[in-house]
């Protein structure tokens, strides 16, 4: 019995051990995600998929096999993380602001 206990035990940890981290939550915004882990060895990309209607995104470890449709998956550790909100966006708002600001006058 200890010995069925030890194998089980093996397997985890040679299917942690250097296999690819994702970030790993289901949440409303995706910049929260900040839990990641160990993908088992039979995982080979992380995903990311958000559940139109409902606001919520889920990300994880997944196979390449399932990968597609709605489900956006990317190879290396950690690829799936929320995209930041570039310099773009923040000079584009900016610009607006000081458009508006200008035209008030």
């Known amino acids: 019995m200890q010995l069925r206990g030890a194998l089980i035990l093996l397997v985890i940890t040679i299917s942690t051990v250097g296999g ?3 970030y790993t939550c289901t949440v409303t915004e ?9 993908c088992a060895v039979i ?6 998929h958000r559940i139109d ?3 919520v995104v889920t990300k994880g ?3 390449q096999l399932l990968c597609g449709g709605a489900m ?3 190879e290396g550790d950690l690829c799936n993380k929320a995209q ?7 000079l584009l708002l900016l610009l607006l602001l ?3 600001m200008v035209t008030s006058l």
């Open 84 to 90: 930041n909100t570039g310099p773009s966006v923040l």
């Open 98 to 100: 000081s458009s508006a």
């Open 43 to 48: 995982f080979d990309r992380c995903f990311s």
């Open 20 to 22: 690819l981290r994702c």
């Open 53 to 55: 209607g409902y606001g």
């Open 30 to 38: 995706a910049r929260s995600c900040t839990d990641t882990k160990s």
């Open 72 to 74: 956006a998956c990317c």
């Open 61 to 63: 470890c997944q196979s």
